[in-house]
């Protein structure tokens, strides 16, 4: 029995099966926390409830597409609507 998956083992690495994969790792902090503390727009927000949680933006993006999509940039964060309503909204790094 061993054997057999000896020989497996081996007809799957000359055949370039079940060898991993080289990929970058892509680490990403846990950011469910800042939208269940109320740190972040939450999807399906309208664009006057984002204002006045969190006032102005630091710059509007003009929609764009179709659907139109625009976005607001504050310091912390860039919201992504569609329409008038929150589309995602994701930390920024710097």
């Not at 970058?24 to 503390?37: A, G, I, K």
Request: proline share 6%; glycine share 8%.
């Amino acid at each position: 029995m061993l054997r057999w998956h000896l020989i497996a083992l081996l007809i799957m690495s000359l055949a370039g099966v079940g060898t991993p994969a080289l990929a970058d790792r892509l680490l990403m902090d846990d950011l469910r926390s800042d939208y269940r503390d109320g740190n972040m727009p939450r999807n399906g927000e309208t664009m006057q409830q984002v204002e006045r949680r969190f006032g102005s933006p630091e710059d509007r993006i003009p929609a764009v597409g179709d659907p139109p999509i625009s976005r607001w940039i504050y310091g912390e964060f860039t919201v992504y609507f569609e329409h008038e309503r929150v589309l995602h909204a994701v930390r920024r790094r710097e």
